[in-house]
């Protein structure tokens, strides 16, 4: 299960980008202030540690929200919840347009690595572990955290950015639904040690993660899956989609949006055969975006040209 903003709070819009706050976040909030205190001398440095943390994540989230933008892509919502947050990115389907859209979120924790012990440093210098060792206590731990947050994240386990980072390099050589399914593959056995992990130390919270890593390592192999057999399709020849450059597949695997019908609009200049309703949009099978039949027409293609496909 993926989180949405249904069910969830709106906190506020930055760069287009909306904020949401899933319910659960109170829930487990409440619990993980309760279970750590007595490491600060008042709870609201609790409070304050467990906020600080989530905006660890928030700037994470940005950072792959804003790379996308940058590709050209689509970035509109992040939402945050107890297992941490996920921004909703649709980059361009490219290798290199996904690696950068990916690695942006870790390399913002790069950046924060230096910040927060450069203040630790300058705190000791200044006195503060005698004078104020709540907050030198407080700027520890967010290092702590923040450095934890990147190494588990680099994790080449699919769908953490380490495992979507190791299948945007490999899709430069393997292509998309083969690297697909290496990265799930590679993540199905990750899963199963942290299964392992949260049998052994008792873990609820690495159980739960092991199950939504699970449910989507599993969902990719799907889709891994069909990328290979459409990969196997003939395609077109003077049509390739605006968003991804993939030339479309050849047969009638679209779905007329009046009549339901599945026909070929590459073929018939996007009217349904069976209700002669001309579709103003159609849609990629490999990336999903939807654009006019003329936008895919390479310039290779005179329009009036009958449709070739390439075997």
Not at 243 to 265: I, K, Q
Request: aromatic share 12%.
């Amino acid at each position: 299960m993926i989180p949405t903003h249904s069910g969830s709070i709106r906190l506020f819009r930055f760069a287009g980008i909306q904020v949401f706050l899933h319910w659960s976040w109170f829930v487990v909030a409440i619990f993980q202030v309760s279970s750590r205190l007595g490491n600060y001398s008042s709870p609201l440095w609790n409070v304050a540690e467990y906020l600080a943390l989530f905006g660890i994540v928030l700037l994470h989230e940005f950072g792959h929200a804003l790379a996308c933008r940058q590709t050209g892509g689509r970035a509109e919502e992040i939402v945050l919840w107890p297992l941490g947050g996920i921004a909703f990115v649709s980059p361009p389907m490219r290798p290199g347009a996904v690696l950068w859209s990916i690695a942006a979120g870790p390399l913002v924790n790069v950046v924060l690595l230096p910040v927060f012990f450069g203040l630790v440093a300058l705190g000791s210098h200044l006195g503060w572990d005698q004078s104020q060792p709540d907050l030198t206590r407080f700027l520890l731990s967010l290092g702590f955290i923040n450095g934890i947050l990147l190494a588990f994240n680099l994790l080449p386990v699919y769908p953490l950015d380490g495992g979507q980072i190791l299948q945007s390099l490999l899709w430069f050589w393997l292509g998309r639904g083969r690297s697909l399914y290496v990265a799930a593959v590679i993540g199905l056995v990750g899963v199963a040690g942290f299964v392992v992990y949260a049998v052994m130390k008792e873990s609820w919270w690495m159980g739960l993660l092991a199950f939504f890593l699970g449910q989507r390592c599993l969902a990719s192999l799907r889709e891994a899956r069909s990328l290979n057999l459409l990969a196997r399709i003939p395609r077109h020849v003077g049509f390739k989609c605006p968003a991804c450059g993939e030339a479309p597949p050849g047969g009638a695997m679209w779905r007329c949006g009046s009549c339901g019908n599945a026909f070929n609009p590459f073929s018939t200049q996007a009217v349904c055969p069976h209700c002669q309703t001309r579709q103003s949009l159609t849609g990629c099978a490999y990336c999903g975006a939807e654009n006019p039949l003329e936008r895919w027409q390479t310039r290779s293609r005179r329009a009036g040209d009958p449709p070739v496909i390439d075997v």
